[in-house]
């Protein structure tokens, strides 16, 4: 399993969020971005039921695998992630990350994702308070916090996630726990500085980063 440390302080991994690429080249645009420098590549699972959207499942996980050695992390953006996290381990993702909204038992499926020998993440959406995560901060590796609504991309920034990562790394501080701080939405030259400086690990970026025509230049700058 291929993933990441924690980056060196005041730089942040880059994650490509491949739900902006162009799915009739997708294999050039991932062999781009990875020469482009990315760190990791950020896959946006949607069911049409959690989020009004939808986007691809296991099967081009898959394909994704097949074309990249990078960190694969499934953000399932779905009601029901529990009945299909085999599906997505079998795929060759590397990371799955849940949102704690939805209905299940978080915490039960949070330990299966790690029974399969996956990173386990926890996603939360920019009106969920932050202590609906804490009971469970102990069982996930990466918390992956949304500044914009899921389910579409090229939306505005919601500047509440800045507060939350620098929460969530006040906390980490003061536990010793080594979870990854991520955030996707809206991260571009203007929002990445203050998500580094309060302490994001991963800056997850979509558009900016794929209608680019230096993509290279693009990356070093959210890297930092």
């Known amino acids: 399993m291929n993933w990441l440390p924690r980056p060196a302080d005041g730089r942040a991994w880059v994650a490509p969020s491949l739900l902006s690429a162009d799915f009739s080249a997708l294999g050039a645009d991932i062999r781009d971005m990875t020469a482009a420098g990315a760190d990791l590549l950020h896959l946006d699972v949607m069911d049409g ?3 009004p959207n ?13 074309v990249s050695d990078l960190p694969l992390d499934a ?10 996290l085999q599906q997505f381990a079998d795929a060759g993702v590397d990371a799955i990350t849940i949102h704690v909204e939805v209905e299940i038992p978080v915490a039960t499926t949070l330990d299966a ?3 399969l020998g996956l990173k386990r993440g926890i996603s939360l959406n920019p009106g969920t308070q932050l202590n609906t995560i804490l009971p469970i901060l102990d069982r996930v590796d990466l918390v992956l916090v949304m500044s914009v609504q899921p389910g579409f991309g090229g939306q505005k920034f ?15 501080r003061s536990t010793g726990r080594d979870f990854l701080i991520s955030v996707d939405g809206g991260i571009n030259a203007a929002t990445a500085p203050a998500c580094r ?15 680019a025509d230096d993509r290279k230049s693009r990356v070093s700058v959210l890297a930092g």
């Open 49 to 51: 039921h959690f989020v």
């Open 54 to 66: 939808l986007t691809f499942g296991p099967f081009v996980c898959e394909a994704i695998r097949r």
């Open 75 to 84: 953000h399932l953006m779905i009601s029901r992630p529990d009945r299909y």
């Open 113 to 115: 994702i790690g029974d």
């Open 158 to 172: 919601d500047p509440v996630a800045v507060e939350k990562i620098a929460a969530l790394d006040a906390l980490r």
């Open 197 to 211: 400086e309060a302490g994001a690990d991963i800056l997850v970026s979509g558009s900016w980063l794929f209608g």
